[in-house]
């Protein structure tokens, strides 16, 4: 549905709706786009995320902030995760559902299905983390 891929810097997505699809948005094209180091810095906030699949959003090296954003999940056996952190990127929550959130490495949980997922590929790295707010 959305992509920002290409080195695009300084973006942000708000006040959209985002519905059925599987493979919802991708922020940096492939491991190897080396040119989007240090930039794909995104904005999510005030979007709705409405029976999707996954890449809600996946990132590649870009540092992404996402708040204020709505999430409902109603087919289980459909949904895969939400936030995917991929090589050399950072993925900050500020709450989600009035949970802390923080993943480093491989799947949140062991069954893959969960809100977060971080890259499983050898020698790829990605954070997952909150912002404490008060």
């Known amino acids: 549905m959305l992509d920002i891929t290409n080195a695009s810097d300084l973006v942000t997505v ?45 990132v590649r090296f870009g540092q992404v902030h996402v708040f204020n954003n709505f999430y409902e999940i109603e087919n289980l056996g459909h949904y895969l995760y939400s936030w995917g952190v991929g090589i050399e990127s950072a993925i900050f929550i500020d709450r989600f559902n009035g949970t802390a959130i923080h993943a480093r490495g491989t799947l949140v949980n062991a069954s893959g299905r969960g809100i977060a997922s971080t890259s499983s590929r050898p020698g790829t790295t990605g954070t997952i983390r909150t912002i404490q707010t008060s």
């Open 14 to 58: 708000s006040w959209n709706r985002f519905r059925n699809h599987d493979k919802t948005m991708l922020i940096g094209s492939s491991d190897s786009a080396s040119a989007d180091r240090g930039k794909l810095r995104v904005t999510f906030h005030h979007n709705s995320f409405e029976s999707l699949g996954q890449r809600a959003p996946r």
